[in-house]
């Protein structure tokens, strides 16, 4: 298994400077978020524009997610969750775990996400089945077989959801 290279991007402008390293993917969205928030032409842009970085979803799911040796897992205490939003939080996870460089998968087989949520085949094939048809999860397919990830409206929508239910 060969190691994730590491880029390493550099950005000024005017006053402002700020190095950017880690996996080209991570880079891209911290330069993309930097320009962004810095540039005034661009003010326009960041008004409609939605992403999630790193630390944003971190932030949002930080009492519902955890970094476990086992891998990225829900984890809810006092809180009573439906099967949609144990699915929403799993492919949340994946995705956290994938930007903090700890894992390559963005995306989750439903075995995967049976596995890691402790729920049933044909409750995730249902949720999943939902989620797909508002937008909220993307599927992809590969020749290593179909595979899902949280798109941005699904993070919006689950967050959203969730902030009725906990209290910070």
């Known amino acids: ?10 950005v000024r402008y005017g ?15 911290s330069v993309q978020s930097f320009i962004v928030k810095h540039i005034p032409q661009l003010d326009l ?4 524009s939605v992403s ?18 086992e891998g990225p897992r829900v984890w809810f205490v006092d809180v009573d969750l439906s099967d949609k939003e144990i699915v929403g939080l799993q492919l949340v996870a994946a995705k956290i775990a994938h930007e903090s460089g700890k894992t390559d998968k963005v995306a989750l087989s439903p075995a995967e996400l049976q596995s890691n949520t402790g729920l049933n085949a044909k409750s995730i094939s249902s949720r999943i089945s939902e989620m797909s048809k508002t937008g909220y999860v993307m599927k992809e397919s590969s020749e290593s077989g179909v595979r899902y990830r949280i798109t941005t409206q699904g993070i919006t929508w689950l967050h959203q959801l969730l902030s ?5």
């Open 1 to 10: 298994m060969s190691e994730t290279e590491t880029l390493t991007v550099t």
């Open 15 to 29: 006053d402002l400077a700020a190095e950017f390293k880690g996996p080209p993917e991570i880079v891209l969205i």
């Open 45 to 48: 842009a960041r008004k409609i």
């Open 52 to 69: 999630y970085g790193l630390a944003e979803l971190t932030d949002m799911f930080q009492d519902l997610i955890k970094m476990t040796p």
């Open 164 to 168: 009725k239910k906990t209290v910070r």
